[in-house]
């Protein structure tokens, strides 16, 4: 069992119940992701996923302009070269863990979600907006290449074409467009996001955790699968769970 509680300076972790709470905490910076949140934020996530008793996760970010503007930029400036401002982002690696939690994952989004914000919500399993959401992704025309995902996981949640005419544009797109596309899955009224998204965590966390990890890792590993070979996965999933009731 871990701890309910830790105190990070750019990254919040609590737990009620079942459900654990990640906050992403820069407000000043709209929660710019730098090294010390990427630190931070792993050893959060590592928290929640080693954590029995965590059925559910909830990602947000605080301030009330946004869930996450993206990479802080200002730290590639002091790096020698991109090269090894990538490489500094890729020593830990976050987004594998992402993908390895095998438990409901719920983002609550709000105000600027940019870049590896979105990058980071497309890693989470259900997705809920507030009416002020706007998504875009600003790699491309900042001279980069989408490198925490993006070119992977945003043709996996809107399809090839959506994606590669977002990356290229690093165009706006509100909230109800970003459902439309289904970037997100349900919108809220913005005063009602962290009930929405915090309700959906305990009703997920009520549910037997087997079965919800077996259907989550069918699905996931099933899509880089042959059709045959995920029927058997699931197959075989399917009666793991069922023997560990």
Known sequence: MVGSDMTHPTVLYSKKGNVAHVVLNRPRVINAYNMQMRDELYESLAAAKDDTDVRALVLSGSGERGFCAGADLTEFGTAPS???????????????LFLSIRKPMIAALHGFVIGSGVEMACLCDVRIASENAVFSMPEVALGMVPAA???QTLPRVVGAGTALELILTNRSVAASEAKELGLVHQIVANGDLMMTAISLAEKLASRDPAALSAAKSALVDGL?????????LEKRLAMKAKSSE
């Open 224 to 232: 880089d699968m042959h059709l045959d070979d995920g029927l058997r």
């Open 82 to 96: 991109l090269a090894i401002a990538r490489q500094v982002r890729w020593e830990r690696d976050i987004w594998g």
């Open 149 to 151: 995902g993006g070119t």
